[in-house]
Structures are given as C-alpha cells and as structure tokens.
C-alpha cells in the first residue's frame, strides 16, 4: 500500500475536503444518533471518528463481544453518506484489564503504577497489553471490513504513553542487545566509566527510574528512542491486521505537532495517511507561525502528501488552566490555514460536547445549548464553503526551502547539565520559521537524511546531534549550490551523545568556513549588542559563542564585552553554494535580516511583492491563500486578476481583508 494515499482515494475524489469530528454516540441515548446524523448532514459533514474510546463497551468483558450498537451507528452513518473514520480503541483499556492484569498498568519513574478511571493507562510492553489490543483489532477488523461507511482507520489515540515497570526494562535489556550486541559496547556508547557506572551484568540495566542526581544521557537518549519504539510496534501490530483484512482502507493514528515522547519520523512512514490534532493558543501573537510551522510539519511527515487535521477546536478547550474561547470568525480562520498548508481533511474534537466525563466544559461542533446557536450556525457555514474549496484536495504545496527537524537531535539537547536550557530546539526552530512565515515563502520540514536537492534554501537551527552521513549531506548540499544556514550548538554530539572533540561545529567545520571553542551563554537580562557589515546594530541574547572565521566571512560581530570584535554570524562560499552560521540567538529584527539575506543568496521571493504584517500567504497548487490573524483591516495588493473560491468575487489589483478574513484567489486564465 502507497502511503499518504488519502490524496488519490476515492474518499476525497468523491468528496473534495473532508469535514467532521470525533463522534462518541455511545455518551448519548440512541434518539439523539438520528438527530446527530441530520445535523451532520445539514453541516456538510462527510467523515466521522467513532470509537476512540469505545473498548469498555465493545468488550464489557474478556472475550465477549457487544457490537450491536456499533453496527447501528454505522449504519445510520452510511445511509445519511458519512463516511466513518473506525478507530481501534486502544489508547484506553476497560477497567477490567488493569484489574485482571495489574502488569498492563503503567509504571511511572518513581515505580508508582497508575491507574485506571482516566485514559492511556497501559504498559506500551505489557504482552498482556499486546495480546488484548491485537484480539479487540482483529474483532473490530473482521466485524468492520465489508462495512460500506468504513473509510479509515485510526489506531489508538496521541500515542506517547512510557512505562519503567519491570516488563519493560526486560524488554529496554532486549532492545539494547539487539543494538549493541555486548555489554562492552554497552558500556563503551553510554559512557559508563563516568561515575561508576560500568555494567557486568544485563540484569543490572534498567530504565532511567528515578535516581539520586542526573542520569546518563545516553541511558536516557536509548531510553527515548526505545519508547518511541515500542509504541511504533504496538501501531504497526494492529496495523498489519488491519491491512490484512482491508488492504485497500487507509490505516492512520493521530499526532500531536512538535511532540516530545514519540520520534515522527519513525512513525509517518508506517501510516497511509498523516493526521495530526492541533490547538492553537487563542490570544498568543506567535500562536499564527507556530500552528503553520506545524502544518508544515505534517506536510514533511507526509512526505508532501496532504494530510488530515483530525482534531481542533471550535471554541475553548479545557485542558488550559485558563482557557480562553475564540472569537467568531476564529476556528473557520484556522481551518482554512490548514487547508491552505495542505490538510484534506478538518476535523474536530468533537461533534457533540459531553454532558459527563472529563471534557464536559471542551468545545464542540454542537455546543451543549444545542445546534440553535451562532457557533452550530458557524460550524455549519464553515461546512458548506469548504466544498467550495474541493478543487484544492489532493494539491501540493510547493516549498523551496527546507528546515531540518529531528526528534533525536532534541532528546539529546533537553538533556539536563548542558551550558543553557534557555536555547530550546522547537523554540529555534520556531525562530527561524518566522522570517519565512512574514514573507509567505513556504518551507518544508525535513528529517536531517531527508533529500536536499530540490531545495534552495535549506536551514538547520539547531541541529545538536548529528552523525556523520547526515553533517556529510548537509556538506554536499551546499558544495553541490545550495544555501545552508546553521544555527548555534549544532553538530555538538554524536548519535552516543557525545562530544565531537576539535574545534566546532565539528562536521561542520568545513563546510561553515569558521569554528568555534567556547559556549559562552549570557544573563537573560543582558542582551549583547552585535553589528551588521554595514554597521547597523541589532542585539542577540541568550547564547554567544566564541567563533572564529576560516576562510567564511564575518557578516555580523559582536560589538561589546569579552567577544567585541569576534564573529557572531558567518557566511561562507562553500563550492557552488553558500553556508550561514549563525553563533548567537539574534533578536527576531535580526534574524529577519538574516534569513532576508540568505533568501537573496538562495534567489527565493515570497508569492506576492508587499505582504501586510500579520497576513499569511502560502499558494496550495494554483489557490493563493491569504489570511488576516491581524486585528485591523487590510489591503493586500494582488498583482494577477484571480477569483475568490470562498465568495466567488474577482480580485482586481487588491483584496480587502477584515480581522480573520481568508481569500482563496485562483488566478484567472487571461482572457477566460
Ligand atoms: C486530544 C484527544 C481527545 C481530546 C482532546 C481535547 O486531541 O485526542 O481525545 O482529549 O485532546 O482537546
């Protein structure tokens, strides 16, 4: 099976953009279903996710089966042409497995099991676990299969879940020696001379359970990747039965953006389809960059393919300590933004608000007053425009900048006892985007080995861990023409965590034309001046590092202090290309400067000469997509006559943008 198949599937090619939500009908007596079912057909809804966390009342008990009810909810789906996004119910065990087998309880580092009466309680190694997921998955597969409303399945739920229990660390023990064979090597890559830790023994080596004072961070490292792979294996043994009933429904699980617990990379190219859940926070100014740098992330977990919002928020969630609602116009302002960053499906946490239950206070498509209320009425016009949009499903958003991102690389940086925990590698990357984000120049995110070539700009914020093959791509890539920019601590450690020793970056070095010997972060409270070849100033913070240029040119130096006169950015001609290293955390004027300038080295423009502060502009195949997060009007100079999707007006020389407006302008053929 293809992966990312959604795009071509006959799913979307029927039905242009998905639209729905999480439907959980067994928190409702049956009569509110039908009305459920009307509603969803009035709203334009054609895709529902039901039974996330059905497994209690699917299976009451071991081995009996209670599927009648599902039957009917899937049925009423079918015949009011919804199609069914089928989950696997395992991210939530009946209480009845943690009571029969305490093992498939978690265990947390202190050695406390936690317990059932919320969710997510299991061991990701219990073989009990296992074996209870694999029998309801193949239940569910062979009840399901021929099913005519049954379009996807969603495996799990937020997979993230860790457990230090006893079965794990047999099972931690098992991974290591299939990694490095022997103890020796064991010892040798986790460093254990350092404070007696050598190991003569396996039955000695456990998880990082708590301990007095800082654990090894290459136990810790090994110990992230494993847990990102135990869940990756529990994914991939339902989803095998899964393929094996229905080879030709497309198998999905649902990520949470830039999070920590489970390596993405690992796990996008296991699935067919990339879905993510995503809740912007209302009222922060970064909230409009951040949730499009997550986009992009799915768009590059995809592989470019389109992928599915499976989850978002109407309104208010209820998880913030404060949780602030959207104003109207909102949540149809961050739809659109993902459609435009290539979503093919908007779904949201969830259809109906709970009357019970943990979430009774998140928002919903039908709010607890009922659909006889302005955010239903929104929920419903949001549901008819984006059939106006149908045309955009299956389209590519074409970037030709890449930014690397790499889960590894940020384990080993959040380590503790390094020189700062203030130089944080989502906060970089965030950073970065920024420029990019204000120019509407599209940017792919990219794992470090991913393939450079058809990039012009390629930018690395942080890259802390990297190991030979993928610093001797980044080295080629600019040899070979490409832009390169590095930001500061990269090419720190090896995939063992430890330190390259030599002057840094490392490798590097080489390509970078200039290296470094001491980190040299500073108060939060003292920010360094720094000047520009052209004498203009800026300030950085944070982070200084004392550098050295060879053979690159110094394009910024520090202006004060111990590193007056030092280097602060460089850039290099590297072969064909050009490498930027960046010494520093700039201040965000700065780094707009910079990547402007690594832009012009690149010769990449943004879509449009004049682009107003807070609209964001991104072109999804031929649609250019342009969105006010500001709270004033705007004009948005269009230099080519095109058409509004959304309200059928032309678009001549200008569009106006009202707070949370959205334009979707398909140029117009000259002449047509
Ligand atoms: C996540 C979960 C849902 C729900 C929402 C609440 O997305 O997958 O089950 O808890 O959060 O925002």
Known sequence: METGKLGTHPLTEERGLLFGGDYNPEQWPEEVWRQDAELMRAAGVNLVTVGVFSWARLEPEPGRHDFGWLDRVLDLMGE??????????TASPPPWLGHRWPETLPVDEDGHRLWYGSRNQFCPSSARYRERSQLITTALAERYAAHPALAIWHVGNEYGEVCHCDESAAAFRAWLRERYGDLATLNESWGTTFWSQGYGDWAEVVPPRRAPYLINPTQRLD????????LLGHFREQ??????????????????????????????????????????????PRTPALTALTHDLMRGLGGGRPWVLMEQATSAVNWRPHNLPKPPGQFRL??????????????????????FGSE??????????GPDTRLHAAVREHGRELRRLASVAGTPVPARVAMVFDWESWWA????????????????MLAYYVPFFERGVSVDVVPPSADLSAYALVVAPNLFLVGDR???????YAHGGGVLVVGPFSGVVDPNGHVRTGRFPVPLREVLGASGEEWLPVAAEQPVRCRWDDGAGFAASTWTELLRAEGAETVAEFAEGDLEGRPAVVRHRAGNGVAWYVGTMPE?????????????????????PELPPDVEAVRRGEVLFLLNHGADTVRVPVPEPATDLLTGSPARGHVTLTPRAVAALRPEVSGG
Not at 80 to 89: F, N, R, S
Not at 360 to 369: L, T
Not at 593 to 607: E, Q
């Open 80 to 89: 009011h042409g919804i199609a069914v996004d089928l989950a696997i119910p």
């Open 223 to 230: 110990w992230r990747r494993f847990c990102s792979g135990e």
């Open 239 to 284: 989803r095998d039965v899964l393929r094996a009933h229905t080879p030709d429904v497309p198998v999905t699980t649902n990520f949470m953006g830039f999070f920590n617990r489970v390596d993405y990379w690992s796990f996008a190219g296991e699935q067919d389809v990339v879905s993510n859940d995503c809740y912007p926070e209302p009222g922060n």
């Open 334 to 355: 961050e739809s659109l933004q993902a459609v435009a960053r290539g979503a093919d499906g908007l779904c949201y946490f969830q259809w109906r608000a709970s009357r």
């Open 360 to 369: 009774r206070f998140h928002a919903a498509m039908v709010p607890h007053a």
């Open 413 to 428: 940086l959040e380590e503790r006892g390094r020189p700062s925990d203030r130089l944080n590698a989502t906060e970089q």
């Open 470 to 476: 993928d610093a001797a791509a980044l080295t080629a």
């Open 588 to 608: 965000p004027a700065a780094l707009g400067t910079l990547i402007g300038r690594a832009l012009d080295d690149a010769g990449v423009t943004g879509p449009l």
